[in-house]
């Protein structure tokens, strides 16, 4: 059971990885063909936190798998998982961006599937819903780029 644990751990973050890299280099390029997420400054720096504190969930998230810590990674799972605050930051950040409101609320109940499981003690189940909330995660950063914009053009929106 060990060693399935710390190869799913090195594949979860092998694909984190992979993705978040490609996600770089992909915004490295004029060809960059994901969609703006239109942001006034002080939203843009929210969202970033937010992002910040999502990473920091799944590192907490990873040190839990180790020492199969259910409650650590059901506390972790609920930093991802779905809130009305959560619910309200996503619609209010989304509202003029067609599509990324219903990407991230997605993210955010694959995240609720981590705290059932932890709930349940199944490690292969916690796996499983970490490895769909991280792909919802990569699918969101790979369809959408921040673009910054005045607070007289968000009003306009």
Not at 4 to 12: E, T
Not at 82 to 99: D, V, Y
Not at 135 to 150: G, L, P, Y
């Amino acid at each position: 059971m060990k060693r399935f644990l710390l190869v799913s751990l090195s594949l979860l973050n092998l694909n984190v990885f992979a993705q978040v890299n490609h996600a770089a280099m992909s915004s490295m390029t004029s060809a960059d063909s994901r969609k703006p997420l239109k942001l006034t400054s002080m939203m843009a720096e929210h969202q970033k936190q937010n992002m910040r504190d999502h990473l920091e969930a799944v590192r907490d998230l990873t040190e839990a798998f180790i020492d199969k810590n259910y409650k650590k990674i059901e506390e972790a799972g609920k930093r991802l998982g779905t809130s009305p605050e959560m619910q309200m930051m996503c619609n209010h950040m989304g509202k003029n961006t067609p599509g990324f409101t219903e990407m991230g609320l997605k993210m955010h109940k694959e995240a609720d599937k981590i705290i059932l499981a932890a709930r349940k003690k199944d490690m292969k189940a916690v796996l499983v819903a970490t490895n769909k909330t991280l792909q919802s995660c990569t699918n969101c950063h790979s369809s959408f780029k921040q673009e910054i914009v005045s607070e007289d053009v968000w009003n306009k929106l």
